[in-house]
């Protein structure tokens, strides 16, 4: 398992924050711990190469937010 923080930006509420959470969470072997709109991250867990960074970023995209 891989713990990762990865940096959101857009996100300005609980419903972001939701969508978020919810776009990462269908990816497969990934689990959300948290998301933060306030610190404009989450907190995640991974099963090792379950999923690549581009997956995530485009997960994150395809919900409305941006990973710089």
Do not use: F, N, W
């Amino acid at each position: 398992m891989r713990r990762m923080i990865l940096k959101v930006e857009g996100m300005s509420c609980a419903h972001c924050e939701r969508r978020v959470g919810e776009a990462l969470t269908a990816l497969p072997g990934v689990s959300v711990i948290k998301v933060s709109s306030a610190e404009d991250h989450v907190l995640l867990d991974m099963k090792e190469k379950s999923v690549s960074e581009a997956d995530l970023k485009e997960a994150v995209e395809s919900a409305g937010y941006r990973i710089p």
